[in-house]
């Protein structure tokens, strides 16, 4: 399917198909191609003069965002990238042939640029007074914009992780951080030949003979515009590593009020404990308690003995007493009063 819109100053034109006559009259041609058919391959390489290895790269699916500068029009590559899940991304890749007095964009019927392009000549009447460079720049321009929606997609997805992090902790939500992350890298890598490509073509307009000031506005704003996209990617980073590090935290939360259920139903079991087993001794007469038996004046010796061992052990490891940290303390305050008097003496 394709779609051929003709314009100069007197306004626009839709045709139903092109020849060489329509390039000689000095008309601005965009030819839109949706899904092409090998036969209007064939035309637009015989009328346009296209090199047939390069048109390989879309009969090969290629999705390589790249610029080439070939004698009579450049080769541009970008993707129209949508969120589709936590784990993956789709992507298209459009095709753009921009000549003298021409453009060409092959896609697949999944990308609507005629639409788009049709509010473009509706609403900024420079373009159908400006050159072919206009309608490429616009289009560039919007393809880059859709790449925010992307980003707004991956951060509501971060929001309601952050949430369920919070209230339903699971280790699918590491799985979906992962996934996120692993996206934005893929992003990240891809907005970096982007930058390359308008980059190039702000260095190749700057040293064009005609310079064209609107033309390279047109430029520095795309260029900007991938450039903060940059930025909300490291800053979705940034995110992505706080609610990582929140549900870890959360999940230490939750395993510390378990082991101190856990050591509580300890502390009260433990002294029934020790006092069903200390009266379940053998030589112990209860209604004899007095006269205790020499052994077991023994074991209370060697229990008492391990007891001793024991805290002393706890004492120097400091998990029962901290004293040291008291007498730090102490010492800062009285160091503290004794600069107060000095500086009053």
Known sequence: MHYIITYDKSGVKQQKQISQTDLQNGYQIWLDLENPTSEEISNIQEIFAIDANILKQYSSGVKKPQIRILENYIFTILLNIKFK?????????????FGKNWLITIHSSQINLKEKTRQIFENDKMVTESTIDILYYNILTIIVEEYEQVLTAIEIAMTDLEEKSLYQPSK????NLEGLSRQLIILRRYFWKIREIFNFL?????????????HTKYLKIIYDNVNELLDLIESHKDTINSIRELYIAYVSLQMNDTIKTLTIFSVILLPLTFITGFYGMNGIDLTNFFSLPSGLIMVLVIMGIILAVLI????KKQWISQREYYD???????GKKDKTINTSN
């Open 85 to 97: 899940t936590l784990q993956t991304l789709e992507t298209e890749a459009v095709y753009l042939f």
């Open 172 to 175: 699918k939500i590491l799985v």
């Open 312 to 315: 002393i052990f706890f004492r």
């Open 202 to 214: 702000l260095y190749s307009q700057k040293e064009s003979e005609d310079k064209n000031q609107k």
């Open 328 to 334: 730090i303390e102490k010492d800062i305050k009285k």
